[in-house]
């Protein structure tokens, strides 16, 4: 899938089929987070690949926006370091991940933002850094209507040159 129709077709995928994700997937769904570009080169992350059965399930207890965490063969802890930049950097690693993972036919969406400090000690995460989000990934149970999104017209928020002047 080229990079504009995998932005335009994704969705956020709550609900996963029972099926592992293979290995290479999973290293190109990470290694996209690693390669992303983030101010001054700093990269302000960390990228937690859990797999295991009982992980998934106390994440998905933990979460609580994201209960799903619990049916997802995969889910992908991101924390970041202390920057001025590391919401923005992090936020990017985190899309690319999104992104690649919908290339390949893997659904996921971004669980918390931030105030997930009851996760640190599940994992053992040092006090000294963040938890951003939690991605679970897998294959959606159910074909979704891919690129069906409920968006507001382009022109209301695309301008050109200055505000207000229409993109068209």
């Known amino acids: 899938m080229d990079v504009f129709e995998t932005v335009r077709t994704v969705l956020a995928v709550r609900a996963y089929q029972d099926k592992p994700i293979p290995a290479e997937v999973v290293r190109r769904i990470v290694e996209s987070a690693w390669l992303t570009a983030s101010s001054r080169n700093c990269q302000p992350w960390h990228f937690i690949v859990v797999e295991n059965r009982n992980t998934l399930k106390k994440l998905g207890e933990l979460a609580h926006t994201g ?98 002047q229409p993109f068209e």
Not at 100 to 128: C, D, H, M, R, Y
């Open 67 to 164: 209960p799903y965490i619990a049916q997802a063969p995969l889910a992908v802890v991101i924390v970041m370091e202390q920057s001025p930049y590391a919401v923005s950097d992090v936020s990017r690693a985190i899309q690319s991940m999104i992104l690649t993972a919908w290339s390949e036919g893997v659904g996921s969406n971004w669980v918390g933002f931030q105030n997930l400090e009851q996760i640190k000690s599940l994992l053992e995460i040092p006090p000294e850094v963040e938890v951003m989000a939690i991605c679970p990934f897998g294959y959606p149970v159910k074909k979704l209507g891919k690129g069906r999104k409920n968006r507001k017209p382009l022109a209301q928020v695309a301008h050109r040159e200055r505000f207000g």
